[in-house]
Each structure stands twice: as C-alpha cells, then as structure tokens.
C-alpha cells in the first residue's frame, strides 16, 4: 500500500477548507440579502431564515472545536477568526446600508 505524500495531502485539506470558509461565508451574506426582499410570511423565508441561523451560529460559536467549525477553519488556514467576521460583517453592512 503506498503512502501519499504529506505535503500533497496537507494542500488538498488547505484547499477544502479555503472552499467551505468561502462558500459558508459568502452564503450568509447571499441568504441576508435575499431575506431583506421576500415576504416575512412566506415559506420560503422561514426556511432561509432557518438556514441563515444555522449560519450566524456557526460563525459566532467560540466553544466548537470540531474541524468544520468556522474558528478552527480560519485558524488551520492560518487567519484570525475574529477579523474574517468583523470584515464579512461589515461587508453585510456596507451591502444593506
């Protein structure tokens, strides 16, 4: 059985998490702007304001220490969680103002 290489390894699980941080990020700030356009009574507002929530969850709980929990993602790729959600705040901001 052959061993894969470290490095090539190391690079493929860099590259996944870079892709989950920048889909999951760039998802809550679809899923705001598209709740500030539907109707708060629609089915399909409950259900993103449910997804949107799972979201904002993830990104604000400093207690998860699982591999997928948007703290340890920031830190293996080596940024710093709490200013990866300051800027994507104030992105949300400067997008709703």
Do not use: A, Q
Not at 46 to 59: F, G, P, Q, Y
Not at 62 to 74: A, G, M, N, T, V
């Amino acid at each position: 059985m052959e061993i894969p290489n470290k490095n090539i390894t190391l690079y493929s699980c860099k590259k996944l998490f870079s892709k989950l941080l920048e889909i999951s990020l760039k998802d809550f700030v679809k899923y705001y702007k598209k709740l500030e356009k539907l109707d708060k009574n629609s089915e399909e507002y409950d259900i993103l304001r449910k997804e949107l929530s799972e979201l904002e969850r993830w990104l604000n709980d400093r207690e998860d220490y699982h591999i997928f929990s948007f703290k340890e993602l920031c830190e293996n790729l080596g940024f710093d969680p709490d200013y990866i959600k300051e800027e994507t705040y104030k992105r949300l901001e400067s997008h709703i103002s």
